[in-house]
């Protein structure tokens, strides 16, 4: 059985599809919510995988979001021993800047769905392999990084060039969100802070359009995801597994 520790920074921004994947393979999942305890330093070592979850604040902003200097340090000790690592849009910005690259403001947002292209290092990879030539993703981001060194670059994007990449071959970043189904799409589409985000005087012309295109685009993300967050998964150690050879040889 394998522990997965889990950043969470708001409430809204969950695992997702992730999460009912995680528990149909019985590992254990401990969340640090640091929405609710700021403070927190959490200790990697006896875990088997790190996800990093989205969230509002951004990189350069650590005087009023300190946790984001010990992410980060997290980041690197889980690195440092070899354990996977996923981080989901901030938690991508995260693990590019504790690998030294450089986060900042993305020259336009992506609110809403973007066709991103695999790269040619992608093919063979166990978790972007399975993109296809061009994928349609929701994303929903301001900011962007640079390309930490020794990293591979996995997908790009038309308006943001880095969309995904890996590090030392079991660490992810995914600029987007590929975790999203229709009812948490539902729900930022409904949060005050989002519409404010869209320009209240467009809200609601760009809700609708997200909205339809979201119905459309909906089933071959989730498809795409289970494929992706199940390679991911398997990085991770196999559940029991030399148990079930013990008690299966004993009833035999």
């Known amino acids: ?9 708001v409430p809204y921004e969950p695992l997702g599809t992730l999460d009912p994947l995680i528990r149909s393979q019985r ?23 790190l996800i990093i979850l989205g969230g509002p604040m951004n990189i350069g902003q650590e005087d009023e979001y300190p946790h984001l200097v010990t992410e980060q340090r997290v980041i690197r000790q889980a690195m440092q021993q070899d354990i996977p690592v996923l981080g989901i849009c ?5 693990i590019a800047a504790a690998a030294g690259a450089k986060v900042y403001q993305a020259p336009k ?18 978790v972007l392999g399975h993109f296809d030539e061009c994928e349609n ?3 929903w981001h301001g900011y962007t ?3 930490p060194k020794n990293a591979t670059l996995l997908a790009t994007g038309e308006q943001i060039a880095h969309q995904a990449f890996q590090l030392k071959n079991n660490v992810y970043g995914f600029q ?14 409904k949060l005050p802070q989002h519409l404010k985000e869209l320009g209240l005087d467009k809200a609601k012309a760009r809700v ?3 909205w339809q295109e979201t119905h459309y685009r909906i089933d071959r993300s989730l498809a795409l995801s289970h494929k992706v967050f199940n390679g991911f998964l398997s990085l991770l150690p196999k559940v029991n597994e030399k148990h079930q050879f013990i008690h299966r040889d004993f009833l035999n």
């Open 145 to 147: 990084f640079d390309l």
């Open 27 to 49: 590992h254990r999942i401990r969340y640090v919510n640091f929405g609710r305890e700021p403070n927190a330093k959490p200790d990697i070592c006896s875990y088997d995988a």
């Open 109 to 126: 947002k992506e609110i809403g769905w973007y066709p991103i292209t695999p790269t040619q290092a992608a093919q063979n990879d166990p």
């Open 137 to 139: 993703i929701f994303q």
């Open 1 to 9: 059985m394998a522990k997965i520790m889990v950043f969470q920074h």
């Open 176 to 189: 987007f969100h590929l975790e999203t189904d229709l009812s948490l799409i539902q729900r930022w589409l």
């Open 208 to 210: 609708d359009s997200i």
């Open 90 to 94: 901030l938690g991508a910005q995260l």
